[in-house]
Each structure stands twice: as structure tokens, then as C-alpha cells.
T-cell receptor
């Protein structure tokens, strides 16, 4: 079945450092790919998404590119801030089910130090 | 304000005592879903509903029930809770097909402890 694997955390960075969180997936169809973010004590929020190969999703300085050849969707940000401290989830949505089936990775916790 | 609400936010109960966690959305979304979040496992889907009176099992449905009598509400029922159902639960909803069905909007979560 479909699956998502993301790098284990926690990831600890200093403010203004470069961030990469790796995500790879396996899917039989042509999924949409997502990054969701969960701030402390809150539910998940969509950070960005990409619906087809070579698409780049971007939001709030974060970017991720849908790489079909490497089945990856790595999250990057050039300069992190303390306010980016959160848990980040990579996910895929199976279009064959009309987008109703979403598979999440285990999550990566990011700590950013001032 | 467009939102998904869940109640209660925190609940401590004992084994075998039936409980219901409510979920409501005000965005007229057709699709709703319940997840549980456990350390190291991410979010796992319990049940989902594609519309009123249409529900289906997710990956971990054992020990849970749901109903969808109205479009806005999707309660999660634990008929006889057990300690292995101690978890953080999230409800989510999505717009109809053609309007970004694959993007989900999450509630704030319900932290359940079963003693």
C-alpha cells in the first residue's frame, strides 16, 4: 500500500540556519503531496502542496518540489525563525479515491534556537 | 470564522465507560475524517465519511464507531474504551470534489486518557 517516510527528529537549528526535512513516498497511482505543520497545542494546518510531478509548492518561505523520479518531496527553508518551531508532517493523498484517503508520515519535530 | 471544532478538548475516563467526542464544521464540507495521533506513528485514519449517511473504515477502526446524520457533524463514539485508545484525536474536513478535496482542515484535537 501507499506509504510516507520522513526523517526522524528532533531537528535542532539555530535561527537563520537552512532547513531540510526529507520525505519519500511509495504510491501506486499519482498522488498529491502535502506538508502540514502542527504548532504546540494545535491541530494540523496545510503548509504547502503539489499535485503533479515537478510542481513546486511554497508558502511562508518554505518550499518543496514533487520529484517523481526519486519519489521525494523534501521540505526546505532558507532561513528559519524561532516561530517555525513545530512538528512537520509529510503526507500523500490518493487521487484514485477522490482524494479521501490521506497517508501521513510520522512527523518531524523542529526546534529553532534564538 | 471557518473552522472545525471538537469537544471535549481533554477527557480522562475509565475502561468500559462509553464516550462520544463531537466534531462540527461550518464550511459545508462533504468529507470528514477522524484520526488518532500517537508518538512515532504520525496520524492514522480511523473512519471517514464522504457525505451524509456514507461512512467507511480507515486504517485503525477497531473499537470505534461513527455516524453522519448531518453534514456538519461527525461524532466519534467509543462504546467500551480501553487503555490502548489513549491518544490525541483529530477531526478533519475537506471541500467537495473540484474545490480542493485533497486539502484537509483540522480541528484543535481531543486528548483522551483511558485509565
Amino acid at each position: 500500500g501507499d506509504s510516507v517516510t520522513q526523517m526522524e527528529g528532533p531537528v535542532t537549528l539555530s535561527e537563520e540556519a537552512f532547513l531540510t526535512i526529507n520525505c519519500t513516498y511509495t504510491a501506486t497511482g499519482y498522488p498529491s503531496l502535502f506538508w502540514y505543520v502542527q504548532y504546540p497545542g494545535e491541530g494540523l494546518q496545510l503548509l504547502l502542496k503539489a499535485t503533479k510531478a515537478d510542481d513546486k509548492g511554497s508558502n511562508k518561505g518554505f518550499e518543496a518540489t514533487y520529484r517523481k523520479e526519486t519519489t521525494s518531496f523534501h521540505l526546505e527553508k532558507g532561513s528559519v525563525q524561532v516561530s517555525d518551531s513545530a512538528v512537520y508532517f509529510c503526507a500523500l493523498s490518493d487521487r484514485d479515491t477522490g482524494g479521501f484517503k490521506t497517508i501521513f508520515g510520522a512527523g518531524t519535530r523542529l526546534f529553532v534556537k534564538a | 470564522e471557518a473552522q472545525v471544532t471538537q469537544n471535549p478538548r481533554y477527557l480522562i475516563t475509565v475502561t468500559g465507560k462509553k464516550l462520544t467526542v463531537t466534531c462540527s464544521q461550518n464550511m459545508n464540507h462533504e468529507y470528514m475524517s477522524w484520526y488518532r495521533q500517537d508518538p512515532g506513528l504520525g496520524l492514522r485514519q480511523i473512519y471517514y465519511s464522504m457525505n451524509v449517511e456514507v461512512t467507511d473504515k480507515g486504517d485503525v477502526p477497531e473499537g470505534y464507531k461513527v455516524s453522519r446524520k448531518e453534514k456538519r457533524n461527525f461524532p466519534l463514539i467509543l462504546e467500551s474504551p480501553s487503555p490502548n485508545q489513549t491518544s490525541l484525536y483529530f477531526c478533519a474536513s475537506s471541500p467537495p470534489p473540484g474545490q480542493g478535496t485533497d486539502t484537509q482542515y483540522f480541528g484543535p484535537g481531543t486528548r483522551l486518557t483511558v485509565l
